[in-house]
DNA sequence: CGCGTTATTGATCCTTATCAATTCCAGTGG
DNA sequence: CCACTGGAATTGATAAGGATCAATAACGCG
């Protein structure tokens, strides 16, 4: 398998400095379906950084709360951190994805948002995105919208945590990457996974040894092959029914 | 224990058709800081009808969106229903809190809500908030915020399900529903619970057994009394030590 | 007063966590 | 160019927390 053919990020990165009426993603960042001139309006106020590293933060828990950040290319991850140090992984955002929405309950940030590879976002400044959204209902409409489905997609989750098995939780991660890169073009069995084990465990409730021996059985039913970050997914139907099937009715080999 | 002294609900039934401005729940439920005019504004749109009986659904999943649903009195539990008809509740919400915040997404209601007990509920059709929003900035703010605590909330509850015993699971849903009581000036530590253990074991991603037992244990170590519904909790600083240790630390007996 | 629902309690099994030991690989410096 | 090294991943053995299956008890309601 060629390594690098298929990360998550291909291009963007070099052709910064676009507008948002260029970007091939604003069909999905704020789920746009706005005016020409709608969009020129939403453009004026976004600003485009220049790419972060890996580990690099775009904010940090307890950061007063300025803006959203629409991702261009790259992964992101969210998480807090307890009391005790531990972090928990809150989220995996891909390009056209938008992260910061813990932001706007208590003006400060619940969560940290850090690069897990090189990363291009757009900040979109909050004050000025709701003064826009006064004035343009289709942006108002988006943005109530992108916050509703947050809440889904987190009680979606919850449901996997709180009632699926390990490999249906491992599937069902695999499943909704596969599924994002699709959105883009991009292979949807066959990529670059953007987290660790270690990371997946985390954001799925299970140990790092558990997740990988998933991928084990997973590969020995030939359902996919891996290499470490690199994944093919050779039987996607398969893993599919995996995820409808509940914890009991797995029988192996 | 006077059983019927700490419904979760007590007056407000009766006292229907007041007014935002009077609600003793302003402050809270879609929380407030408007002004007196924004307030009359937003009474203005909504719509109070007669209490829901126990198992009186609000909205069903499928549903198409209409209204948020602020609470006044009672409880309500959300849940979406899987192919194989299993439920999954995904929210219990008492006086002061607000529901529907699912219906925004995509314009329909992937839960169904329903009254737990008999439960009033003020209808804020959601067309009209929006419109009004885009006059009354504080009112866009404050539902901006809703949504977003929601979304906090969520991650909270997930990493609940994710990570902790359930001891502690069983605990946090027990003192969450003592403190959002006691914003009422209702008691704290006496209460009726709103659901049935089987409900509870649901929400919490467990067994109704597993919930069963909890109840036991901390019934033996003095931390609670339970008959039924009916709940006391002795000792709420050590039910809240409980939730602050992780899985392995509990030493019994 | 009896029935059906809800809750409790007990015995056993299974999945996953935990502890521990390798193995694999990327990157570094000799 | 290759040996060294440290983090990441895999694999194995064992233990523990809940799920499951099953029986009984307690209550609310007609």
Redesign the pocket.
């Known amino acids: 398998m060629n390594q690098h053919q298929h990360r998550i990020c291909t291009s963007a990165h070099s052709a910064a400095y676009t507008h948002c009426s260029d970007c091939r993603l604003n069909s999905i960042c704020l789920p746009l379906s706005l005016e020409f001139s709608d969009i020129d309006k939403l453009d004026s106020i976004v600003e485009r950084g220049k790419p972060l590293q890996k580990g690099d933060a775009i904010y940090r828990q307890g950061d007063s709360f300025k803006a959203l950040f629409a991702i261009r290319s790259g992964a992101i991850k969210t998480f807090s951190t307890n009391t005790d140090g531990e972090q928990h992984i809150t989220g995996l955002y891909l390009p056209g994805e938008v992260v910061g929405l813990d932001g706007p309950a208590d003006n400060q940030h619940v969560n940290s948002a850090i690069a897990l590879q090189t990363t291009s976002v757009c900040a979109i400044p909050y004050q000025r995105l709701e003064a826009l959204s006064r004035q343009v209902p289709g942006l108002q409409r988006n943005l109530l919208q992108l916050l509703s489905r947050e809440i889904n997609a987190d009680q979606k989750q919850r449901n996997l945590l709180g009632r699926?098995?390990?490999?249906v939780r491992v599937a069902s991660l695999l499943l909704s990457i596969s599924a994002r890169l699709a959105r883009h073009n991009l292979s949807a069995v066959a990529f670059t996974l953007p987290m660790?084990?270690?990371d997946m465990a985390n954001f799925l409730?299970?140990?790092?040894?558990?997740?990988?021996?998933v991928?084990?059985r997973l590969q020995k039913l030939k359902i996919l092959s891996?290499?470490?970050?690199d994944l093919v997914i050779n039987d996607l139907e398969q893993l599919q029914a995996l995820t409808h099937k509940s914890?009991?009715d797995?029988f192996d080999d």
Chains 1, 2 share one sequence.
């Open positions: 699926t098995s390990a490999e660790s084990r270690s409730g299970l140990t790092l040894e558990t997740v990988s021996r991928f084990g891996t290499n470490r970050k914890c009991k797995n």
